[in-house]
């Protein structure tokens, strides 16, 4: 089922619209406006920024005419070029963190791309009683577009408005396919091990050059909305809606940069962590040579122990699958120089010994030293190289026989 009809639950609509209520004048504070829908009144705040704009390290207009062909392939069900002009930029802020039925997403944040510009459309629920409003307008939009790019929307955000959708017995329209790319696993791929987190703030300030001053943790947005509903103090909600307005234009500079990293050369590379993440790529596509060159350039920019490792590892495996095993068998041994307990780099290279170069007291010394530290680690594959050893020393019974 496509993400479409996941949101597009077709159930009965309302006939009428629920109420009106006394509402805070939000318009002083916020910029915004109510706007009518066939289900009532919302709130609706419109930003424009223009293509000169600057965040972080790259204007709007660098963003809007790069070609984004490399993300689909890397992006789960979103396998078709990605085209700004047609897509749309989606996070939420809501009730609470861990979803579920009882959660509202009280403000919803929509950018998008026009020939001259970057448009923020931000859907605010004055009241619960504007929810239906809010889904509603939402709607409109997604009809509009045939892409959605969100940071961790796979697992949080879409999920709710999915649910919410459900719940509020809203039939929707369109039919269209929406593709959707979640930056967050993409962004995973090639800084989790560089950064402590890959959070959108972490992102901002270790990857995209932005900085942010005074925004509100994500964590205490639920409790100042509730606090907004109780006093209709509309300065309540300035902080929020800056915070989700940031994340959008964040989410657009940072899919930019995710792209520009995937049409890196090895020779152009000047990260080690993203060389070593361009390499698994190249090895998923099965250009292993590729992912060598690309392994080559990690190794020669790391400087953490751990990482030259890794790399060390990653190299062996290749050369190996290329059939290299002399070229392999050198990195293993450099790994276990470094780890003498890396069991897996030892079976490795007893493999290589007793199989492809017949070099069994190689083979039995490399066995026993991983058994003793097997057993030091007590490891559930200790029977595993009991019997290796035990195979090995046989053969050197055997030879010695025949000799």
Request: a negative charge; hydrophobic letters at 40%.
């Given at each position: 089922?496509?993400?479409?009809?996941?949101?597009?639950?077709?159930?009965?609509?309302?006939?009428?619209?629920?109420?009106?209520?006394?509402?805070?004048?939000?318009?002083?504070?916020?910029?915004?406006?109510?706007?009518?829908?066939?289900?009532?009144?919302?709130?609706?705040?419109?930003?424009?920024?223009?293509?000169?704009?600057?965040?972080?390290?790259?204007?709007?207009?660098?963003?809007?005419?790069?070609?984004?062909?490399?993300?689909?392939?890397?992006?789960?069900?979103?396998?078709?070029?990605?085209?700004?002009?047609?897509?749309?930029?989606?996070?939420?802020?809501?009730?609470?963190?861990?979803?579920?039925?009882?959660?509202?997403?009280?403000?919803?944040?929509?950018?998008?791309?026009?020939?001259?510009?970057?448009?923020?459309?931000?859907?605010?629920?004055?009241?619960?009683?504007?929810?239906?409003?809010?889904?509603?307008?939402?709607?409109?939009?997604?009809?509009?577009?045939?892409?959605?790019?969100?940071?961790?929307?796979?697992?949080?955000?879409?999920?709710?408005?999915q649910t919410r959708f459900a719940l509020a017995r809203l039939g929707l329209q369109g039919a269209s396919s929406l593709a959707h790319y979640d930056l967050l696993p993409l962004s995973r791929r090639f800084w989790r091990r560089k950064l402590d987190s890959c959070s959108l703030g972490?992102?901002?300030?270790?990857?995209?050059?932005?900085?942010?001053?005074?925004?509100?943790?994500?964590?205490?947005?639920?409790?100042?909305?509730?606090?907004?509903?109780?006093?209709?103090?509309?300065?309540?909600?300035?902080?929020?809606?800056?915070?989700?307005?940031?994340?959008?234009?964040?989410?657009?500079?940072?899919?930019?940069?995710?792209?520009?990293?995937?049409?890196?050369?090895?020779?152009?590379?000047?990260?080690?962590?993203?060389?070593?993440?361009?390499?698994?790529?190249?090895?998923?596509?099965?250009?292993?040579?590729?992912?060598?060159?690309?392994?080559?350039?990690?190794?020669?920019?790391?400087?953490?122990?751990?990482?030259?490792?890794?790399?060390?590892?990653?190299?062996?495996?290749?050369?190996?699958?290329?059939?290299?095993?002399?070229?392999?068998?050198?990195?293993?041994?450099?790994?276990?120089?470094?780890?003498?307990?890396?069991?897996?780099?030892?079976?490795?290279?007893?493999?290589?010994?007793?199989?492809?170069?017949?070099?069994?007291?190689?083979?039995?010394?490399?066995?026993?030293?991983?058994?003793?530290?097997?057993?030091?680690?007590?490891?559930?594959?200790?029977?595993?190289?009991?019997?290796?050893?035990?195979?090995?020393?046989?053969?050197?019974?055997?030879?010695?026989?025949?000799?």
């Amino acid at each position: 089922m496509d993400l479409t009809s996941k949101l597009r639950q077709l159930l009965p609509q309302r006939s009428s619209p629920p109420p009106v209520q006394h509402r805070a004048d939000l318009d002083p504070l916020l910029g915004g406006g109510e706007v009518d829908t066939p289900y009532g009144p919302c709130y609706l705040v419109t930003k424009e920024l223009p293509l000169s704009h600057r965040h972080g390290r790259w204007f709007l207009e660098t963003v809007f005419k790069a070609s984004y062909e490399n993300l689909g392939r890397l992006s789960s069900g979103a396998q078709q070029p990605l085209h700004l002009d047609r897509t749309l930029f989606l996070d939420t802020e809501t009730t609470g963190l861990a979803g579920g039925t009882g959660t509202y997403a009280f403000l919803v944040g929509l950018g998008f791309f026009t020939p001259t510009g970057f448009v923020v459309k931000q859907l605010l629920m004055r009241d619960y009683n504007e929810e239906l409003a809010l889904l509603y307008l939402l709607d409109q939009e997604l009809q509009q577009k045939e892409a959605v790019v969100s940071f961790n929307g796979k697992t949080f955000d879409l999920p709710l408005l999915q649910t919410r959708f459900a719940l509020a017995r809203l039939g929707l329209q369109g039919a269209s396919s929406l593709a959707h790319y979640d930056l967050l696993p993409l962004s995973r791929r090639f800084w989790r091990r560089k950064l402590d987190s890959c959070s959108l703030g972490s992102l901002e300030e270790n990857i995209l050059g932005v900085q942010r001053s005074g925004d509100i943790p994500g964590y205490e947005i639920p409790q100042r909305y509730f606090d907004f509903l109780r006093t209709k103090d509309g300065r309540l909600l300035q902080d929020i809606l800056e915070h989700n307005f940031i994340d959008i234009v964040s989410m657009a500079s940072l899919l930019y940069r995710l792209q520009a990293v995937t049409e890196l050369s090895p020779e152009e590379c000047d990260c080690p962590f993203e060389a070593e993440a361009l390499s698994r790529l190249a090895h998923d596509t099965d250009q292993y040579q590729l992912a060598l060159d690309y392994l080559s350039t990690a190794a020669a920019l790391a400087q953490e122990r751990e990482l030259q490792i890794r790399i060390l590892k990653q190299s062996a495996a290749l050369f190996k699958r290329l059939g290299e095993y002399e070229r392999a068998a050198v990195l293993w041994r450099k790994v276990l120089a470094w780890v003498e307990d890396d069991l897996h780099s030892a079976e490795e290279l007893a493999k290589y010994y007793e199989h492809r170069i017949k070099d069994l007291e190689s083979a039995e010394r490399i066995t026993k030293r991983a058994l003793a530290h097997a057993w030091l680690a007590k490891s559930p594959r200790i029977p595993d190289w009991e019997h290796r050893l035990a195979r090995i020393e046989g053969k050197i019974r055997r030879q010695a026989v025949d000799v």
